[in-house]
T-cell receptor, first 114, second 114 residues
Framework: GAGVSQTPSNKVTEKGKYVELRCDPI?????LYWYRQSLGQGPEFLIY????????DSGLPNDRFFAVRPEGSVSTLKIQRTERGDSAVYLC????????????FGPGTRLTVL | GDSVTQMEGPVTLSEEAFLTINCTYT??????LFWYVQYPGEGLQLLLK?????DKGSNKGFEATYRKETTSFHLEKGSVQVSDSAVYFC?????????????FGKGITLSVRP
């Protein structure tokens, strides 16, 4: 594929609702990462997939956050019972999976929880 | 754990001025180091990288040298242009095993005046 794509680009929801954010990585990239970027901060790691499995989910803030990558390509980040503090830009990145390899980022999904 | 510290911003320079953006890191093992840039309205993109001590990364007139003795990766450019106005993030990865998750600094906003 041309690059990492993310949908939707913007999502506005109400407190307590459930949301799903989608990431389509570069074709052939086995590694996929989710990050969260709050205003004025650098991106913070959430979860890392190598293939279909979550190799490191240590960055997920609590059990309201969950992500899947069932076929080793597209990934979905799921947030239950959203809170206002979840408002941020959610970034997805993919890479070849080799240590230190370059990660290519998508444009992000801006989530606003009212 | 791993951490990245960037100098406080924002930074405003006149065109053709010399630029230095400081970055220091804390990590176990031997991380790879990166500078990412976010231009207005665009996603994060890699500017340059260095994977081992004394390596120099360079791109678009920007340079940064991996200094293990001072745990630093300062970004420099001899003559900035208005088009360099952006947010710059220092990051590291790969300090432990094959997980290449990125740890970012807070970022610094650079504005270049004509």
């Amino acid at each position: 594929g041309a690059g990492v794509s993310q949908t939707p680009s913007n999502k506005v929801t109400e407190k307590g609702k459930y949301v799903e954010l989608r990431c389509d990585p570069i074709s052939g990239h086995t590694a996929l990462y989710w990050y969260r970027q709050s205003l004025g901060q650098g991106p913070e790691f959430l979860i890392y997939f190598q293939g279909t499995g979550a190799a490191d989910d240590s960055g997920l803030p609590n059990d309201r956050f969950f992500a899947v990558r069932p076929e080793g390509s597209v990934s979905t980040l799921k947030i239950q019972r959203t809170e206002r503090g979840d408002s941020a830009v959610y970034l997805c990145a993919s890479s070849s999976g080799l240590a230190g390899d370059v990660q290519f980022f998508g444009p992000g999904t801006r989530l606003t929880v009212l | 754990g791993d951490s990245v510290t960037q100098m406080e911003g924002p930074v405003t320079l006149s065109e053709e001025a010399f630029l230095t953006i400081n970055c220091t890191y804390t990590a176990t093992g031997y991380p790879s180091l990166f500078w990412y840039v976010q231009y207005p309205g665009e996603g994060l993109q890699l500017l340059l990288k260095a994977t081992k001590a004394d390596d120099k990364g360079s791109n678009k007139g920007f340079e940064a040298t991996y200094r293990k003795e001072t745990t630093s990766f300062h970004l420099e450019k001899g003559s900035v242009q208005v088009s360099d106005s952006a947010v710059y993030f220092c990051a590291l990865s790969g300090s432990t095993g094959a997980n290449s998750k990125l740890t970012f600094g807070k970022g610094i906003t650079l504005s270049v005046r004509p």
